[in-house]
């Protein structure tokens, strides 16, 4: 291995500087302790934690091979049908004392199972009776839709002089997860000598070359396979007995206490520091520790990482050496692994039971800060895996750092997983892109049966269309779907970036698993604006709006700019500079004008300076809708939902452009999920809901869609408008028409447009009456449901009706009927 020259960031030599370390007598030498290791300005380290499951799987290896040895306990296949789980049968969540009721369990709320394709759209927003499979998961996936070129697919079309990705939105730094959202059980604390092995052996199937990754230490003829020995294809030495044992004091400080794991670089033993108050330790071996020089390269190759101090990263201690091997000091953390909690859950059901998507993405929400703080410090973490998250009480720690490296380290070796790491780190090496990979990847493996991950769909995802959870979580699946990107450029750009739109992404989920109807809470986003929530209208200036970039050059200039549209469109035409927040501008005050040609010919600007400017396709669409061109509006929110899908706003739009298509099942799901998420988005969807449902005869579904509006919303008196209009023209019984009547006492409408809604409901009354005879015991308004008194009723509505009409003719006319109308014309 090539090895890098010592981190610039070394503390300055200091000689007779006590450590400050809690127990430790040693001194600073070259700018670290000579008994303990640690840097003279490093907090003390909190005693007592541990880790638990704390090694890798034997799968790793330069990325220099052609594959690294495959973790194979993850790949499981085991054909079952869940059958629906009855109340009261224990929560299989670890740790959790609560037990399934209808579905969830009544303690953390974790769903039964994930067996079967639920339908998005349930009780509270029915699909009509007699609707079959042309409103089903798949025929609605909107990834199904065409969707217009960004990023990389996009510079290859153009032949853009942007080839690579330069920059992305600090916007989407956001700070951790509060929690609220969802909830995850804690797990117990393991006691560090519980979690020693009796039996220090590793299993033959695990067995693997460090060097070329070939199967190694293999029986045959039914003896067993030697456990240490020299690979049959690259002859490299390889060893599975444990170097230290029971007793050994390391480096004169460390007193072994077994073996916990046993990982790529060897055993990984836990070990009382003898110098800090017998706190729990663990040694983890070194690389090239049989060549001396090798070895002493590592370790001031690898010295940086006594330096990373995050909550949510094991701490590094010291780096040792005993009997000519190395090894790293590391924090014991006394949890369970991600990959542990799969294997109980697999074991307590009897087969694959994967992470339900709420609880796996709770779990990465909480590792990214640690992400960012790594990749802020210019470091990449390489090999990210569900071995390398555990769970201690509610919190969890990223542990083993083996393999972090510096993202411009072009020579030491790197480590990664087969069926994990992102499949240009052979060409081009690690980078931030990569580790998101590797965070996508995980995501896919928690939360299904990843059948292939590791052969078929090395380098892929699985069709939407053969997974029920990507089908079910159409959202998570654009999600992962970015952050695995074949072209890194196309992914994620930082870990904040993904942890924004994760949320989002959570939030949705949570919708789908636990509400039955419109949502209760105000979301916010850093990247729209609310929908305009009290116009029923159809029209796509009620979609959200862009918010400013704070970031941008021009954003304080902007601010200055007022005057009607055309004005600020002749001070925007002569910016000081066309930043893209000036472009972006002049393109929504050109399509507010009717300028569509302007305000597309912004948006190609902004897409040839960087393709992967979503916010210009954003305005495409809405210039799309302006035209009247609703397939292209579709491709363009398709490709916006898929670059920030943790968002509400574009799959607004797409629902809206979809409806425009005649994509009903699309822009059915798409209007519930709104619905269900944010409660400013309810009266949007809910108005487009109760349109594509009334269109198709779905009388009950639409009305259930007007009543999804909350009374305190200032769209309400708009929905019950709709509600009235709805049932009036629907005519399906006298009842109907009641509450139709009723209905109408507290809208929207004007004087005139009630008038002429209250004729219609007692002419329809009337003729009910007559046809089906009456009902005396319903009233429509202070009238019963009988021939006299709803002629009464029809002749004031006529009065007042004509009272309110400006045309003379017309007037005269509803007077007439008034007059004819009247019980006493007749008898």
């Excluded at 005050?589 to 954003?618: I, K, Q, Y």
């Excluded at 298509?661 to 619905?675: I, Q, R, T």
């Excluded at 919303?713 to 709709?722: M, V």
Aim: proline share 7%; hydrophobic share 40%.
């Amino acid at each position: 291995m090539t090895t890098s020259p010592p981190p610039t960031s070394t503390p300055p030599t200091s000689t007779g500087l006590r450590c400050a370390q809690p127990g430790c007598a040693g001194t600073i030498v070259d700018g670290y302790c000579d008994t303990c290791g640690m840097a003279p300005t490093s907090p003390a380290a909190p005693g007592g934690r541990s880790l638990a499951d704390p090694g890798p799987p034997p799968a790793t290896s330069p990325a220099t091979s052609p594959a690294t040895s495959p973790d194979t306990s993850l790949d499981t296949s085991l054909d079952t049908a869940l059958a629906t789980v009855p109340d009261g049968t224990p929560c299989a969540q670890p740790g959790c004392t609560g037990a399934i009721d209808d579905g969830y369990c009544n303690v953390c709320g974790t769903p039964a199972h994930q067996a079967e394709v639920v339908q998005v759209v349930d009780s509270a927003v029915t699909r009509p009776a007699g609707m079959g499979s042309e409103l089903s998961t798949r025929s609605a996936a909107s990834s199904m839709l065409a969707s217009a070129a960004l990023g990389s697919k996009r510079a290859r079309q153009t032949g853009s002089a942007v080839t690579r990705r330069t920059s992305g939105s600090q916007r989407l730094r956001s700070a951790r997860l509060g929690g609220g959202i969802t909830t995850v059980r804690p797990a117990p604390t393991i006691d560090a000598e519980k979690a020693l092995l009796t039996d220090p052996v590793v299993p033959e199937a695990k067995r693997f070359c460090p060097k070329c990754g070939e199967p190694v230490g293999r029986g045959r003829d039914g003896q067993p396979g030697r456990t240490t020995g020299f690979c049959a294809n690259c002859r490299h030495p390889f060893s599975f007995d444990p170097k230290l044992r029971s007793g050994d004091l390391v480096a004169g400080q460390y007193e072994v206490a077994g073996c916990l794991a046993h990982g790529g670089l060897g055993w990984i033993y836990l070990a009382r520091d003898k110098n800090v108050s017998d706190r729990w330790v663990v040694l983890k071996g070194l690389l090239n520790s049989a060549d001396p020089d090798a070895l002493a390269a590592a370790i001031a190759e690898q010295r940086f990482l006594a330096q990373v101090s995050h909550p949510n990263i094991v701490e590094i201690y010291n780096f040792v050496t005993h009997d000519d091997a190395g090894y790293i000091v590391m924090e014991y953390v006394g949890g369970t692994s991600l990959k542990s909690i799969l294997k109980q859950r697999m074991q307590r059901a009897g087969f694959y039971d994967p992470l339900p998507v709420d609880q796996a993405l709770a779990y990465i929400l909480e590792i990214l800060p640690s992400f960012q703080y790594l990749h802020d410090l210019g470091l990449v973490y390489c090999d990210f895996k569900p071995d390398n998250i555990i769970q201690v009480g509610d919190e969890v720690k990223l542990i083993d750092l083996g393999g972090v490296r510096r993202v411009d380290d072009e020579d030491s070796a790197i480590f990664g997983t087969v069926g994990y790491q992102a499949p240009e780190v052979a060409d081009l090496g690690t980078s931030v892109a990569s580790d998101i990979y590797t965070i996508g990847r995980t995501l896919v493996v928690l939360t299904m049966e990843f059948r292939g991950y590791q052969s078929t769909y090395l380098n892929v995802l699985p069709p939407q269309d053969s997974s029920p959870v990507f089908q079910k979580y159409d959202s998570f699946y654009r999600l992962v779907s970015k952050a695995c990107a074949p072209n890194r450029d196309d992914r994620f750009v930082s870990a904040d970036e993904l942890r924004s739109q994760m949320v989002g992404v959570l939030r949705e989920v949570v919708a789908i698993d636990r509400g039955s109807g419109a949502a209760t809470t105000t979301v916010g986003s850093l990247l729209f604006d609310a929908p305009t929530p009290g116009d029923e209208a159809d029209d796509w200036r009620n979609l959200p709006a862009l918010r400013r970039d704070p970031h941008d050059a021009q954003t304080n200039w902007l601010h200055t700019i007022s005057g009607s549209p055309e004005q600020r469109l002749d001070i925007l035409r002569d910016a000081p500079a066309r930043t893209a927040e000036v472009l972006l501008d002049l393109a929504r005050t050109a399509l507010s004008v009717g300028e569509r040609d302007l305000a597309e010919a912004a948006a190609t600007e902004l897409l040839t300076n960087d393709p992967w400017e979503w916010r210009a396709v954003w305005i495409q669409g809405l210039a799309a809708l302006e035209r009247g061109d609703a397939p292209s509006a579709q491709a363009a929110f398709n490709a916006v939902y898929g670059q920030v899908p943790g968002e509400l706003a574009p799959k607004l739009a797409l629902a809206h452009a979809s409806e425009k298509a005649g994509d009903d099942a699309v822009a059915e799901n798409l209007y519930v999920a709104c619905a269900r998420t944010d409660s400013t988005y309810v009266p949007m969807a809910a108005f487009g809901l109760a349109r594509i449902r009334a269109a198709r005869g779905d009388v009950d579904g639409a009305v259930a869609a007007y009543r999804l509006v909350p009374t305190q919303s200032s769209a309400y008196r708009t929905a019950r408008a709709g509600l009235a209009e709805l049932l009036a023209r629907a005519n399906r019984g006298l009842p109907d028409l009641a509450e139709a009547l009723r209905t109408l006492a507290d809208t929207s409408l004007t004087a005139r447009r009630r008038a002429e809604v209250t004729t219609h409901i007692y002419r329809e009354a009337l003729a009910s009456v007559r046809e089906a005879g009456a009902q005396p015991d319903l009233h429509l308004g202070t009238h019963r449901a009988t021939e006299p008194a709803l002629r009464v009723g029809l002749e004031q509505a006529l009065r007042e009706l004509a009272s309110r009409t400006p045309d003379t003719a017309e007037r005269v006319a509803l007077v007439d009927e008034a007059n004819t109308v009247r019980p006493w014309s007749l008898w």
